[in-house]
């Protein structure tokens, strides 16, 4: 069993995430993990705070000579903006007595439930929290979990489908070349027309102090059959990479495989037919999106996610001063304008997080060795049915 647990405010010192359950002897790399952590600051929409931060992290715990230990892993990531800020975010000392309190909330944000829960005068107090930049830490750990993904040959990459209803067309035929536009692209989307459409639906939204949200699909490579289970609801690995995504701040919707489509066609035209060919079973189409009653099939797995608008808009909504009780302009904080690139980034790494969990319940070994074998026992297992 693996798990982390975060930490951190936006505009705190910084934010920390412990891995825990991680076999021993995995090779860890610092700069795979920095990488992941540099592509999920990039993305054509983003605002200043980007220019602001060279995310990175500092693993002060469970690495030896680069090498797991099997105790728990510590990620630290330093918030270079909190020297701006220490008036305001210090850990210590009392409030100032000029303090400007924020107290109209932003529709759409953890803003106003999240001050009524937890009796905040002060909005300041749930917007750090809620801030998407905690999004760093899902990134950091999913960085973790894919290196150990990469040593049974599962990759998970993304690509952005849809930006403020300006969708693809044609993409690249085959998925590695998918994968190489989208990561070249500065809204990550594979089809050079729809990615100039995206931008100038960006700039609109920027020019008009608005937002846009949009749509992306990551999939996951060389999942082996059997992960996840049919035998109960909280096993099935289908809820459980949907609950994972739509834990992403804005994301309001995901679909696996067909999805929503698969709700208006005829059965016949949604399910994958089973054939044998050359001792294996095969395939030729995957409306499933590589899930079956909860369960892995061997297909890729396919998730789309939907991101809705971000919450603060340069042009407010009308929201309540929490103070006073009159209607007055939401509060502003910096934002971006479209974060679905980063999104996608995000959402890569938390489905890797996910799959690795599955992978250590099936496959689980205190160290690497035994994961291995216990995967190559398995693998014999399914050559054979
Ligand atoms: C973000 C950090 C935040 C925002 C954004 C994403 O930093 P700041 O508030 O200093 O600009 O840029 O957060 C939100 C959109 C949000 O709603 O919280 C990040 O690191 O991704």
């Known amino acids: 069993m693996i798990r982390y647990l975060s930490a951190g405010e936006s505009h705190g010192p910084g934010l920390t995430v412990i891995v825990e359950g991680l076999p021993s002897h995995l090779a860890v790399s610092k700069d795979e ?81 999240g001050a009524i829960k937890y009796d905040h005068a002060d909005v300041r107090n749930v917007l750090e929290r809620a801030s998407a930049r905690n999004t760093a830490t899902i990134v950091a750990a999913g960085a973790l979990a894919r290196q150990l993904l990469s040593h049974f040959d599962m990759e998970v990459s993304a ?11 044609t993409l690249p035929e085959t998925w590695d070349d998918l994968v190489h536009q989208a990561n070249a692209s500065p809204v990550r989307c594979a089809d050079a027309e729809a990615e100039s459409r ?23 490579r060389g999942c082996p059959v059997g992960l996840g289970s049919y035998a109960h ?32 066609r005829f059965g016949s035209q949604v399910h994958d037919p089973i054939l044998y060919q050359d001792g294996r079973y095969l395939r030729p ?21 939907a991101m809705k608008p971000i919450a603060t808009l340069y042009h407010p909504l ?17 934002s971006d304008y479209c974060a679905v690139p980063a999104a996608s980034v995000v959402a890569e790494n938390m489905a890797a997080w996910v799959i690795a969990e599955a992978f250590l319940e099936k496959f689980g070994g205190d160290s690497m060795e035994q994961v291995k074998e216990s995967f190559r026992v398995y693998q014999k297992r399914v050559s054979q049915r």
């Open 233 to 264: 609801p909280d096993r099935k690995l289908d809820g459980r990479l949907a609950g994972a995504l739509m834990s992403i701040p804005a994301i309001k919707g995901v679909e696996i495989g067909l999805g929503f489509v698969s709700a208006h």
């Open 285 to 305: 189409s995957n409306g499933a999106g590589g899930v079956e009653g909860g369960v892995t099939n061997g297909q890729p797995i396919v998730l789309r996610g």
């Open 318 to 334: 009308p929201s309540v001063d929490m103070k006073t009780k009159q209607v007055e302009e939401a509060s502003v904080e910096r």
């Open 159 to 169: 690509h952005v489908v849809e930006i403020g209803g300006e969708r693809v067309g």
């Open 33 to 113: 993990i920095d990488q992941q952590l540099r592509r999920r600051q990039q993305g054509y929409g983003r605002g200043y705070r980007m220019k602001i931060e060279s995310d990175e992290v500092e693993i002060t715990s469970g690495v030896r000579f680069g090498l797991t230990l099997g105790s728990p892993v510590t990620m630290q990531i330093i918030n270079r903006d909190f020297s701006h800020w220490t008036d305001r975010m210090s850990v210590w000392g009392q409030l100032p007595t000029d303090l400007k309190e924020v107290t109209r909330p932003r529709p759409g944000h953890a803003d106003l439930a």
């Open 198 to 220: 995206m931008i100038r639906k960006i700039d609109e939204a920027k020019e008009r102090g608005d937002t846009v949200g949009g749509v992306f699909e990551v999939v996951i």
